[in-house]
């Protein structure tokens, strides 16, 4: 089975520009997250989504960030305008249950898109 | 609020012997404990995970014990590979929430 797929796999850009990142999640995966990995900062969660719906937005940085998921196997995140501290690695993960019950850790994580903003 | 952190950032040891990568914690209240692997260009892949009702747990060449007094968290891996080569992360979580704080991540280097 294919696992979390995420695109691109690199992006740079010049600050001001528009980025959009993409994540297809693992099929039958209700929960879907965005993270964004830092040297600084390490591994930040930006927002998870459940059955589609955003369920909790407060990792996100600011109002420049933004997601959605339109469906059950497609999530976008937006950096609009970017800028050079936005730059990261951004990890989308999926998980077919709520973490805490059975096994609760086990996020598939995508291969990450990494951003660099000029 | 969580925080997660490592006693070692980086760990170099030969091939065959056993490695420890330790995680300590703040939040008396966290759970249940995960370890995942990270190698380079790569997502996090999940390792073992234990739960705060148990102390250790084994896995296939790891094991994860849980010392829940001094909220101390290790993994240890036995007969270390150079495929082991990577970044171990411990991340954290409490009941049902989702919010894993991840800790900043040790460099597992495997001499041959």
């Known amino acids: 089975d294919a696992g979390v797929i995420q695109s691109p796999r690199h992006e740079v850009t010049e600050m001001g520009q528009e980025v959009t990142l993409r994540c297809k999640p693992i099929?039958?995966?209700?929960?879907l997250f965005w993270y964004r990995q830092t040297m600084m900062r390490g591994l930040e969660l930006l927002i998870y989504?459940?059955?589609?719906?955003?369920?909790?937005d407060s990792g996100m940085p600011e109002d420049r960030f933004s997601a959605k998921m339109p469906n059950a196997s497609f999530s976008t995140l937006k950096i609009q305008p970017s800028e050079p501290r936005d730059s990261a690695v951004y990890f989308c993960a999926s998980s077919p249950r709520r973490p805490g019950i059975g096994r609760s850790g086990e996020l598939f994580f995508g291969e990450g898109s990494r951003l660099t903003v000029l | 609020g969580e925080s997660v952190g490592l006693h070692l950032p980086t760990l170099s040891v030969q091939e065959g012997d056993n490695s420890i990568i330790n995680c300590a914690y703040s939040n008396s209240a966290s759970d249940y404990f995960i370890w995942y692997k990270q190698e380079s260009g790569k997502g996090p892949q999940f390792i073992i995970d234990?739960?705060?009702?148990?102390d250790k747990r084994q896995g296939q060449r790891v094991t994860v014990l849980l010392n829940k007094t001094v909220k101390h968290l290790s993994l240890q891996i036995a007969a270390t590979q150079p495929g082991d080569s990577a970044v171990y992360f411990c991340a954290v979580g409490v009941g049902s929430n989702y919010k894993l704080t991840f800790g900043k991540g040790t460099l597992l280097t495997v001499n041959p």
């Open positions: 099929s039958g995966h209700d929960y």
């Open positions: 989504f459940n059955n589609n719906v955003p369920i909790d």
């Open positions: 234990i739960r705060s009702n148990m």
